[in-house]
């Protein structure tokens, strides 16, 4: 499975911006796709992500009524619509697939999946 991000770029704080995943290479059943973030000095964070069974979301406290994942599978393409963005999400965004969704412990989404993408950077400032 080959994922690549874009969409990435510098945004005001409470700009918007939508970052794709195109996903390819998966030969039986959809992939659950995961969007994650990191920035400078801190661990990865999960952000999103949707099942590949029912459709389902979840996301972290973080970015919940911020972020929307959604997935346009004529394209094979994962979207993380992400609006009223703040400084504190600057980050490079990578997004994953696995063949189930990633695991939720406590709330956070663990960065553990098995195919990861190249990230896509996002700066958040005035």
């Known amino acids: 499975v080959q994922l690549q991000a874009s969409g990435g770029g510098l945004v005001q704080p409470g700009g918007s911006l939508r970052l794709s995943c195109a996903v390819s290479g998966f030969t039986l059943n959809r992939p659950a796709i995961g969007w994650f973030r990191q920035a400078p000095g801190k661990e990865r964070e999960g952000l999103a992500y949707?099942?590949?069974?029912?459709?389902?979301?979840k996301y972290a406290a973080s970015v919940k009524d911020r972020f929307t994942i959604s997935s346009d599978n004529a394209k094979n393409t994962v979207y993380l619509q992400m609006n009223s963005l703040k400084f504190e999400d600057t980050a490079v965004y990578y997004c994953?697939?696995?063949?189930?969704?990633?695991?939720?412990?406590?709330?956070?989404?663990?960065?553990?999946?098995?195919?990861w993408g190249r990230g896509t950077q996002v700066t958040v400032s005035s």
């Open positions: 994953a697939a696995d063949q189930s969704p990633p695991t939720v412990i406590g709330g956070l989404i663990m960065p553990i999946m098995h195919y």
């Open positions: 949707i099942s590949n069974t029912d459709g389902s979301t």
